[in-house]
């Protein structure tokens, strides 16, 4: 054997190494084509994590209109899943055959003020108010006519139906979102992917162990060899000077230069996180569930955070908003026992403020949920699955303005946009109408 074959011995094994090292699965190579991954640094502006299809309403009874029964299924489930199921007594009664018990002449006030009608001695009223201690019914008064008939022809149509599995619905009823079966997917492939990579990686160390031990051996069986010259001999006991490549100075200004773009890097970083609190997570005074409460028990977002459609700021809950379930619910419940001890020393439950917007900055949360249809998820991320609510979102100027860039505005059926809409496709042919194209981006609008 010569040098010129423990040369084409060399590279074999280096062309070995080089091509299963290249070896990675499709959606390793590429971040992107993992289209259901959702990181901490936001979902996509304008949209909601994990949106699913609305839930199929069953079909009319009694000849009801079947859109009416679909508007009633969702105001249903925004304003009376807190407290009643149609088949089964939760907080409240079980609303099947309402319609058959009472007429709704009878219904409508009811919902409207319960307080007046139990104050007015109606009988029924009254015996009903008494066989649920005294639990005082929260006033609908901001429902229509029109809508609590809806109501109702949607529970007639639910009437004797067995309950079906849980959707986990948050936010308004037409966006309603299940963080289930797409973070499952998401999950799996990902798993996958990483057991595929682990098995990779040990494979390849499986084959240099495998090959530095072949080496060794054929080494040995060429030094027993008597036919090899000089330079044969010369390439079998040559070995690697580490303290050469050491003491070279390309070597050392290589390592000190990564070594200074390392730290410098991170010095950037960490100027540039300066009073950013994405990922916040505190510990709350109470163990408050918003994957139960939100998630599986599908209580809107507005039931406890009042003002969220209609306030500059979404609301912290009061302690008589738990007390609307938790006079009667788990009321044992070494948690719940904290909400009675504030009440009873007439004092708020001192919750830690998560999302915080710095005071330069003007934002109105009605304006985004009301006026822009925005799902709760858009900026507070998958909120039924948190059993801890942290902050999913950056919440930065920047991530603000990249909203307003992507996000089109809906201005059909809206005259105030048609003669703006008419100069933006003149010179924007193309182009969606959005936010900034609205002004959305200038500095007055969130600074004054």
Same mark, same amino acid.
């Given at each position: 054997?010569?040098?010129?074959?423990?040369?084409?011995?060399?590279?074999?094994?280096?062309?070995?190494?080089?091509?299963?090292?290249?070896?990675?699965?499709?959606?390793?190579?590429?971040?992107?084509?993992?289209?259901?991954?959702?990181?901490?640094?936001?979902?996509?502006?304008?949209?909601?994590?994990?949106?699913?299809?609305?839930?199929?309403?069953?079909? #009319?009874?009694?000849?009801?209109?079947?859109?009416?029964?679909?508007?009633?299924?969702?105001?249903?489930?925004?304003?009376?899943?807190?407290?009643?199921?149609?088949?089964?007594?939760? *907080?409240?009664?079980?609303?099947?055959?309402?319609?058959?018990?009472?007429?709704?002449?009878?219904?409508?006030?009811?919902?409207?003020?319960?307080?007046?009608?139990?104050?007015?001695?109606?009988?029924?009223?009254?015996?009903?108010?008494?066989?649920?201690?005294?639990?005082?019914?929260?006033?609908?008064?901001?429902?229509?006519?029109?809508?609590?008939?809806?109501?109702? #022809?949607?529970?007639?149509?639910?009437?004797?139906?067995?309950?079906?599995?849980?959707? +986990?619905?948050?936010?308004?009823?037409?966006?309603?979102?299940?963080?289930?079966?797409?973070?499952?997917?998401?999950?799996?492939?990902?798993?996958?992917?990483?057991?595929?990579?682990?098995?990779?990686?040990? *494979?390849?160390? %499986?084959?240099?162990?495998?090959? %530095?031990?072949?080496?060794?051996?054929?080494?040995?069986?060429?030094?027993?060899?008597?036919?090899?010259?000089?330079?044969?001999?010369?390439?079998?006991?040559?070995?690697?000077?580490?303290?050469?490549?050491?003491?070279?100075?390309?070597?050392?200004?290589?390592?000190?230069?990564?070594?200074?773009?390392?730290?410098? &890097?991170?010095?950037?970083?960490?100027?540039?996180?300066?009073?950013?609190?994405?990922?916040?997570?505190?510990?709350?005074?109470?163990?408050?569930?918003?994957?139960?409460?939100?998630?599986?028990?599908?209580?809107?977002?507005? &039931?406890?955070?009042?003002?969220?459609?209609?306030?500059?700021?979404?609301?912290?809950?009061?302690?008589?908003?738990?007390?609307?379930?938790?006079? +009667?619910?788990?009321?044992?419940?070494?948690?719940?026992?904290?909400?009675?001890?504030?009440?009873?020393?007439?004092?708020?439950?001192?919750?830690?403020?998560?999302?915080?917007?710095?005071?330069?900055? &003007?934002?109105?949360?009605?304006?985004?949920? +009301?006026?822009?249809?925005?799902?709760?998820?858009?900026?507070?991320?998958?909120?039924?699955?948190?059993?801890?609510?942290?902050?999913?979102?950056?919440?930065?100027?920047?991530?603000?303005?990249?909203?307003?860039?992507?996000?089109?505005?809906?201005?059909?059926?809206?005259? &105030?946009?048609?003669?703006? %809409?008419?100069?933006?496709?003149?010179?924007?042919?193309?182009?969606?109408?959005?936010?900034?194209?609205?002004?959305?981006?200038?500095?007055?609008?969130?600074?004054?």
């Amino acid at each position: 054997m010569n040098s010129n074959r423990l040369s084409s011995l060399s590279h074999l094994v280096l062309a070995l190494l080089f091509a299963f090292a290249s070896v990675r699965p499709a959606s390793a190579q590429d971040p992107s084509s993992s289209a259901a991954t959702v990181s901490k640094a936001g979902v996509t502006p304008g949209a909601t994590a994990g949106a699913t299809p609305a839930t199929a309403v069953a079909p #009319a009874a009694g000849g009801a209109d079947a859109a009416a029964v679909q508007a009633g299924d969702a105001l249903f489930k925004a304003n009376c899943t807190q407290c009643h199921a149609v088949n089964e007594q939760v *907080v409240g009664p079980a609303l099947g055959g309402i319609s058959k018990r009472r007429p709704i002449t009878w219904i409508i006030p009811w919902i409207h003020n319960s307080s007046k009608v139990v104050a007015s001695g109606d009988d029924y009223a009254v015996a009903l108010y008494n066989k649920f201690q005294k639990q005082q019914m929260p006033s609908f008064a901001a429902l229509s006519d029109k809508e609590i008939t809806s109501i109702v #022809a949607y529970i007639t149509s639910q009437e004797g139906q067995a309950a079906g599995p849980t959707s +986990q619905v948050v936010g308004p009823v037409d966006g309603k979102t299940d963080g289930g079966s797409a973070g499952a997917d998401a999950g799996g492939s990902g798993k996958a992917v990483d057991i595929l990579l682990i098995a990779l990686v040990v *494979v390849l160390i %499986v084959m240099v162990v495998t090959l %530095v031990i072949i080496g060794n051996l054929m080494k040995d069986v060429l030094r027993g060899r008597k036919d090899l010259d000089g330079r044969d001999t010369e390439i079998l006991d040559q070995r690697f000077d580490w303290g050469k490549l050491y003491r070279s100075s390309v070597m050392r200004g290589i390592v000190g230069t990564v070594f200074a773009l390392v730290l410098l &890097y991170e010095g950037v970083q960490s100027v540039m996180a300066v009073g950013l609190t994405q990922g916040y997570q505190p510990t709350q005074p109470i163990a408050f569930s918003h994957k139960l409460h939100a998630g599986t028990n599908q209580i809107n977002c507005a &039931y406890c955070h009042t003002s969220v459609y209609k306030g500059k700021s979404a609301n912290i809950p009061s302690a008589n908003i738990c007390m609307n379930c938790h006079s +009667q619910i788990k009321t044992e419940s070494p948690e719940i026992k904290k909400i009675y001890r504030a009440i009873e020393r007439k004092q708020p439950v001192q919750w830690v403020r998560i999302h915080n917007l710095p005071d330069l900055a &003007y934002f109105n949360h009605s304006q985004h949920t +009301q006026v822009g249809g925005l799902q709760c998820q858009t900026c507070h991320g998958p909120i039924q699955n948190m059993e801890v609510v942290y902050q999913y979102s950056a919440l930065t100027m920047g991530w603000c303005i990249n909203c307003h860039r992507e996000t089109p505005l809906n201005t059909k059926g809206n005259a &105030y946009y048609d003669n703006l %809409v008419k100069l933006h496709d003149t010179k924007n042919a193309g182009a969606p109408f959005t936010v900034s194209s609205n002004g959305g981006t200038e500095c007055s609008k969130c600074h004054y």
